[in-house]
């Protein structure tokens, strides 16, 4: 079946640092990356979207110049947090869709906790 | 805009008991629903899709789902109940207008006791 591969799973940074989170499909080409965010005990929160070569779709609220989105191919997205502040500490989701015949299917990463200190 | 609801935060139930969480949604046209379960420490997992077809979806682990468009509803039910069955489970929904973006509910955390 399809795998989403996400790294790192956890990572520990230092406030006004960067971060960059790693999506990766691995057997299917993702033609659609999403991005998203679970606070402790709530639902994924849909952060962006991202097609192959062009600009990530933000949703309402989210700052697009402190979660950078990169999808440059059909198997690999990154987020980035930039200038991360304690309140960025959250679970990380990605999840890639990919068109398989008639199935849109959402395959999603293992996630990633980010702690800023 | 696409809204999934589901009513109950928190379930609790011994084993053999028979599960049903709820789902609504606010979209009027076509939809794809889903669920996803997702254990403890775990990533999220697909337990059932609908697309189209037959309203009664079985999916894995002995779980089925009933879409009643009428009702604006994809209730997520199995029978019997393991102490595994612990997690949390999500509903989803796509609505065709909304392109790719899948919107999920504010999900149901199951506690089996065995």
């Known amino acids: 079946g399809a795998v989403v591969s996400q790294h790192p799973s956890r990572v520990i940074c230092k406030s006004g640092t960067s971060v960059k989170i790693e999506c990766r499909s691995l057997d299917f080409q993702a033609t659609t990356m999403f991005w998203y965010r679970q606070f402790p005990k709530q639902s994924l929160m849909l952060m962006a979207t991202s097609n192959e070569g062009s600009k990530a779709t933000y949703e309402q609220g989210v700052e697009k110049d402190k979660f950078l989105i990169n999808h440059a191919s059909l198997t690999l997205s990154t987020l980035t947090v930039t200038s991360a502040h304690p309140e960025d500490s959250s679970f990380y989701i990605c999840s890639a869709r990919g068109d398989r015949g008639g199935d849109y299917g959402y395959t999603f990463g293992s996630g990633t906790r980010l702690t800023v200190v | ?114």
């Open chain 2, 1 to 114: 805009a696409q809204s999934v609801s589901q009513h109950n935060h928190h379930v609790i139930l011994s084993e053999a008991a028979s599960l049903e969480l709820g789902c609504n949604y606010s979209y009027g046209g076509t939809v794809n629903l889903f669920w996803y379960v997702q254990y403890p420490g775990q990533h999220l997992q697909l337990l059932l899709k609908y697309f189209s077809g037959d309203p009664l979806v079985k999916g894995i682990k002995g779980f089925e789902a009933e879409f009643i468009k009428s009702k604006f509803s994809f209730n997520l039910r199995k029978p019997s109940v393991q102490w595994s069955d612990t997690a949390e489970y999500f509903c989803a929904v796509n609505a065709k207008a909304a392109g790719n973006k899948l919107t999920f509910g504010g999900g149901t955390r199951v506690l089996v006791k065995p």
